[in-house]
């Protein structure tokens, strides 16, 4: 299989053609690294300095494309030009073939090649000093050094800057896609608080107001008709101000420059009665003390305020007990109601309910449970209960 190399970059060809025609200016004026009686010359003339020149000029062309392949052949270049007269730009390319390969190359090759380089200058230092034995040697070491390990380390610096920049881009990225992640998710929840809010405050009346206006429809009695209509109106207004504190909670503001209040607990009585005003037989067992925090006095609170909305539309006839017990750190909520498997409600209904109060639960830590269980009840001995649990929060008082 042919091995297929990397289409070169636009501006390695146009270096490697300005390497090419700034070493033909040199060749053309005559101007060599050595002179031609230098020993160390084996080919001598002006033409074999070509060839070394050519070589390096098409390894420019793979200094991003396949860099550790032009190093190596731009090193036997390199080694070829040492015995011709050289050129100056040869010299030039080379270092900008070591400095390509330690920025473009692999990981491996990014760190090995400063060690390399390093080792070999140390060497080209030492060695022909100790040989020779005269100062001028050590010009060996400083020329192996800024033709190598100088540009190896100098793309090395690069490169971890490079790679230090691209992971705070990464992070920045990973940041603000994390804060993107965390508005929607809390955009999510404020529109199931808010929904569940809508729900509990205006279900209830709503209910009320369907049931007593087909009472008031279907039943041909002046004195029932007057009285579903003075339920109605009833419902109809407190359900008004419910959305008017709805709104006010949307705006932090409760329309007068005070916050609106959130219902408490002290708040049940009131709540049974404009269950009972509905036709519902309720009886309230509160034993939850004082000094409850408001999350759990809100949750509680709408709980038995749906659970008194599905009994007016799904419960038979009989009583509906609604206990509220405090013990161990443990807010208990009991709504029970008589069961017989009604086929349709006095009013409709979406569902909603009991996964509006499973959610307020679960946010406080808490359980949820509803069903129908056994139980003393006129209608088929079965009852409804809805049973919650709810932690206090540390530090409350016992």
Known sequence: MALRL????????????????????????????????????????????LVPLAVMAGCEVLRRAAPLTGLL???AAL???????????????YTDLMYAAVLYGSPASARRIPWITGLL?????????????????LLIGVAVGVVSFAPASTGLIVRNHREAADAALLRAEQTALLAEMDRAQAVTAERARMARELHDMVANHLSAIAIHSTAALSLDDPATTRQALGVIRENSVEGLAEMRRLIGILRDDGGDGEPAAAPTLDGLGALVEGARANGLDVVLEAAHGEGLPAPVELAAYRIVQESLTNALKHAEKGTVRVALDRHDGV?????????????????PGS?????GMRERAALLHGTFEAGPVAGPAPTGGK???VRATLPLTEGEPA
Request: avoid cysteine; proline fraction near 9%.
């Open 6 to 49: 990397p289409r070169p970059r636009r501006f390695d060809v146009y270096a490697a053609s300005a390497g090419l025609l700034g070493g033909l200016s040199l060749w053309g004026i005559g101007l060599g690294v050595r002179p031609g009686d230098d020993p160390i010359v084996l080919f001598d003339g002006r033409w074999p300095l």
């Open 73 to 75: 052949i731009g090193t």
């Open 79 to 93: 080694v070829t030009d040492t015995l011709t007269q050289g050129s100056l730009v040869t010299l030039i390319m």
């Open 121 to 137: 200058t140390v060497a080209a230092t030492l060695v022909p000093f100790a040989v020779l034995r005269v100062p001028e040697a």
């Open 331 to 347: 807010l208990h909520v009991r709504v029970t109601s008589p069961y017989g498997g009604r086929d349709l409600p006095r009013a």
């Open 351 to 355: 569902g909603a309910g009991l996964v």
């Open 383 to 385: 009852t409804w209960a």
